[in-house]
């Protein structure tokens, strides 16, 4: 029988993670009627990957299934794509209408659908156990949780997926994305008037920036209030490079990203120079005027297998798209969505199981595919030919 908890008969899921994968899956797996409880590691907010978010069906469909209150319009309408030059110059523009919006916008309406206490902060899993179908977690804390399901949604590096598959880690693909968010208001005039509300665009040899605009840090859609959000990809070579792009204010080596506030301020000079010299004058303002720039490494990472007895991997955990194909957080939802629907129809015990089973194959092969159309996405981005800087689109990418 599925483990009983005390308040409830209602079989249980033990979250580990609080980021959007970890709430997806508390939403959906509520609204299927599960007992649920999400353990995040940050004390406060957690290690947010921040920055923005292009938004796909498949978040707006679980905000639609868990019933997430929400702001509408979730995010901001971008009217068409450009392409600056080196100049400043739009080389090319196309209609292309789409909404983007932020990680913070998205972790806050999923956050305040939960009820007080589902979202347990501060709290680290350091490992679990199973027999037959009742998995036990424990935390950094002393804290001891069962459940008849624990879902690994904690991230690139998780230790759920560690415990189970040793030998699978992320790949450096070979290139970083510096990141930021600045606000709209603090900006020069002329560079409203050149980005406008387009997804704009620069390609050079070996790097490319991305810019639009999202919501406000207090999640506000209204202009004046919103923030432009950059990516610029960029190679460094793996080694000394990468460790030192890595490295924070107080010297500390980090794996594959820095989180907002914690480059070196050499860095962000550093960053800001570079900006100056290889990117059109509206960008090189933009990253000038974001006061906290932050980075990650892009990363290619694909388990081969995402349910084990009870425990299972969401999300990044499971593996992590490129950003190119905007599709990190969607997919995170997909997996959410499809467990639940999975789920809703299993009764208890070996139906559980049957539908653990049915889920892992179609969420295995969007994994598979979404990591497969990153990795292509990326290698022609940062590939290009010498001396073909300053191009055009090149068609789908992000
Ligand atoms: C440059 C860039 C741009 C992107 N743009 C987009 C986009 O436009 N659209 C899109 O859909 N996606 C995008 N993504 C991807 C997206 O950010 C992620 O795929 C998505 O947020 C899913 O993350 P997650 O919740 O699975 O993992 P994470 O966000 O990494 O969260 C994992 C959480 O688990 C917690 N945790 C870790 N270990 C433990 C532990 N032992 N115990 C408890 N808690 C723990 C962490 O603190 C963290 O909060 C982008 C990614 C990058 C790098």
Redesign the pocket.
Known sequence: MPVPHPATSRPRAVI?????????AAVSLRAIGWEVQV????AGM????G??????PE?EAVFDFGQVPHAVPLGVMSRERIYLNLQDEIVSRALMPQM?TS?NTLHGSLRRALPDGVLQAG????RFEQEGARVTAH?ASGRVEQADLLIG????????RRQLLPQVAPAYAGYV?W?GLAAEHGLPAQLHEKLADSFAFQQGTDHMLLEYLVPGENESTQPGQRRRNW?WYRKVAPGADLAQALTDRAGVAHEF?LPPGAMRPEAVAALRRDAAQLLAPSFAQLVEATPEPFV?A?LDMQVPQMVFGRVLL????AS??R?H?????????ANALTLARSLRSAGADAGIDAALARWQKQALRHGMQMSEWGIALGERIMDLAPGASDDGPRAGM?
């Open positions: 580990v993670g609080g980021s959007l994968g970890g709430l997806f353990f995040e590691r940050s957690p290690d947010s990957r920055g923005g978010i292009v938004l796909q978040v983007q990680w709290e680290r899993l350091l935390f949604a904690d991230g690139s590096r998780s230790t759920v994305a990141r990516v990203s990650q892009i969401v999300g990044d955990a992590v798209p950003p194909t905007a599709g990190g957080a969607a997919k995170a939802a992000f």
